[in-house]
């Protein structure tokens, strides 16, 4: 029983979803927009609500046990309470103060200015990392070690030379190359994978729906 | 063109009255004519197509368009439409309400109005002729995976290629054991709305059941908090269907951060103080994935990854140990489990595809004898 | 251990090095590089640049702060480009961290225009000129709702203004007064303009993305379905290139700053680096093979 309301919901739901999709009637798609706007949202909100308490519990417990590098627990529960006080009380737009109007030198407690000057730039930073990272991924996998992948340090080669003025002094048509490498080969290869997820999705979602697959209730497996 | 000129007199609109309606304009400013109304083919109702012809003279500065239901005096105004426009879509019509239509040219001086349409209403359609090519497609398509299914209760001995990802979760959970460091299971950042996640909690549930009976730590950090929830519930069954519930700790399945790079940063400082042996990097991912995979390969774990993200493939490609790509994701838990129903829909796929192959090489080649134009849903 | 095998197995701190003063380098002492405009981002210009007067461009800020390094500079091109050639402007965003970002980019490019307006009809006017919507969630609602009134979907503008009170309502109303939808992304949120705007209202839709996720977006580009791409901070740059000269064609010499351009000196130094430690690591990757062998 605890299994069978679960699958018969997601029976129902699902070729609901399904049907709506072919049906423009509203008498199909207004309740297919209630679920998918609605009831998501409000199903979102309420899990949001239980990922602060996950994010809380999991720290507090790494706090009172003391577990290695408990410190830093301490900084994500203060920077989580501080953003929040600041988020419900402080207002949005400097220019309107809030219920926290004070001041710590030039910063004033708006929303806004946590976004601008702490998230914006700690953000910025996690993505510039990419780019070293990149190099030193790049350094170790492009090795001339059998065909494959020759041809896959050729191919990049080509793309790299073809982004930079340097490509364009070597061969005046070697960045159209790399551009006909980007839109042709690559785009067939990606088109041949799409195909494969896409009747993979298919798969997966026929077998969800049907109850086949429970691997997502967790621990059954399949039927 | 008795109507034309009297429309504007006939017309008790306060706004039509007021912008009045010049007859002697009829013969310097061209005019919007042939105004046909028509119900909007394949939608829910309540909408319904005016189109009209016109010159593209330069001093129209667009259309006015104005209805009047039946039985009513009122012309109501609806909108403008652009100088270039000939066509309008009244969203606010009711369902079986006859309505006419009239077009009003409007230039710098002028307004003049067409002759109305005939009146037409509009209804709601129990099938959109639009979605006849997919609803084809994916009855083709179910009917194929339907038939591998039934077919695989019969014959249970289905074969399915090696996936060497897949076959090397055992090992890299026994790496983890031996080495008693824990296992970090990344389902994506992705919500439960995306396939890739549900698969990458389908494969949860067996690296869970295998983790279970190994003893060794776990740790699934989370950015959706709704994939948070089931990712728990994933994880306390399997222990549960391993034979040791009471080894579950509800802790070992956490929240994050919702925010992208938030949650890398977080995810990377676990990969560096915990020094896990294996990290699974399994659902979808965005421009997070190579910060998270070669953070990983620099703390020296075992790394399998998968997505079906056909730009994150590189980036796991080269930082990763083993990569499940495209598809092998959501043929990993038929491969795991070896259940032959779900082997079944795997075999489902690998004919849908020759299937479609077929479909594109046939028209390939049929476009190429007889150079048949190219359709932009091709 | 040789030379060679210590190349080999180079700590990557090392790179990580080299790549940071190859990178600021060319930012504190900047080497010209005049950017050569690629197919799609031609296509994106032109199709702007020629579309009637009475379409207007809507711009998606659909990325969040960390990646407006790439992305930022081509909102910001694109702005000025509509700005001048006298079209109608909608901002919005898919995300609740784009916000601060189109409003300050609203608010750059129009205080440009503004400065050198000698008339109301030079200026760039906020509700006549202009509309920033704001954020709405969830996703698909905002983009099919857009389809039939965008006042519904955006009753107040990010300034709390109502919509339907401001004047450029009445010229943009739905996608019908849309000539192309422009979505600045880091994720597949251009991928759902597809498939709600341009699959279901025939709005064409351009995209600028980053260079990382480019491969990504060929397919749509290929097809036809996305009208032009600019990808990463190349397509930034060049972007910004073609409305230079459309600009001093207008008469608008007015030298305004280009920070995509500005960084191409920066990425080609980056890009020649990690061309220099493939060849080294291969070379050093052959002669310590040859040795073993």
Known sequence: MQRRIPLLLVLVVGLFGAIAAFIPHRAIRTPDEILRNDVLRILTAFSLVLGVGSIVRHHIIRITRRVEHWPFSWVTLIALAITAVIGVLGGIDPAKPGLLATKVGSFSFHIDNVYRYIMSPLAATMFSMLAFFMASAAYRAFRARNLESTLLLLAAFVMMLGAVPLGRIIHPRLPAFAEWVLSVPNTASKRGILFGVELGILATSLKIILGIERGWLGGGGSR | MILMVMLPSLAVSSEINSTGFPANSLHQVPVASNVRCHDLPNDGGGSIVVEWQSTDDPAILGFRIIRQQQDSATWETLGFAGRLARRYVDNDARDGFPYRYAVITVTEDTTTSSAPSEFGSCSPQWFDAGTAPALIGTLLLCGIALYFISAARRDRNLFIRRISGLDAINEALGRATEMGRPTLYIPGLSGISDVATIASLNILGEVAKQIARFGTPLAVPNSDPVVYTVAREVVKEAYAAAGCPDKFNPDSVFFVANQQFAYAAAVDGIMVRERPATNFLIGMFWAESLILAETGAATGAVQIAGTDATAQLPFFITACDYTLIGEELYAASAYISREPLLLGAVKGQDWSKVLIAAVILVFTILGLVFNLPARNWL | ?293
Not at chain 3, 29 to 43: D, G, L, M
Not at chain 3, 94 to 112: F, H, K, N, T
Request: hydrophobic residues 45%; contains cysteine.
């Open chain 3, 1 to 293: 251990m040789s030379l060679w095998q210590r190349l080999l197995n180079i700590d990557r701190r090392w790179i990580y090095a080299v790549l940071a003063l190859v990178v600021i380098g060319p930012l504190l002492f900047p080497f010209s590089i005049k950017p050569k405009p690629s197919p799609p981002v031609e296509r994106l210009f032109n199709y702007i640049d020629t579309m009637p007067v009475d379409k207007a461009l809507v711009i998606s800020v659909d990325f969040t702060p960390d990646t407006q390094a790439e992305l930022l500079p081509m909102v910001i091109a694109m702005l000025r480009h509509a700005f001048a050639t006298g079209h109608k402007v909608g901002v919005l965003t898919m995300d609740v961290y784009g916000l601060g970002l189109a409003r300050d980019a609203l608010a750059q490019v129009s205080a440009e225009f503004n400065a050198h307006a000698t008339s109301h009809d030079d200026s760039v006017i906020n509700g006549e000129d202009y509309v920033f919507w704001g954020w709405t969630t969830p996703l698909v609602t905002v983009m099919l709702g857009m389809g039939e009134r965008i006042t519904k979907v955006f009753p107040i503008d990010y300034y709390g203004n109502r919509t339907e009170s401001l004047p450029i309502t009445r010229e943009l109303r739905n996608y019908e007064d849309v000539g192309i939808l422009v979505t600045c992304a880091a994720s597949a949120i251009p991928r759902s303009w597809i498939n709600y705007a341009q699959v279901q209202f025939d709005v064409k839709v351009g995209c600028g993305i980053t260079a990382v996720s480019a491969a990504d977006f060929y397919p749509y580009l290929n097809s036809g379905q996305f009208t032009g791409m600019l990808a990463g901070m190349r397509g930034a740059a060049e972007y910004e290139e073609m409305v230079e000269t459309k600009m001093i064609e207008l008469g608008k010499n007015w030298r305004l700053r280009r920070k995509g351009t500005e960084a191409m000196s920066s990425q080609t130094a980056a890009h020649m680096a990690i061309m220099f430690f493939i060849i080294a690591g291969n070379i050093a990757f052959i002669v310590t093979r040859r040795k073993k062998r």
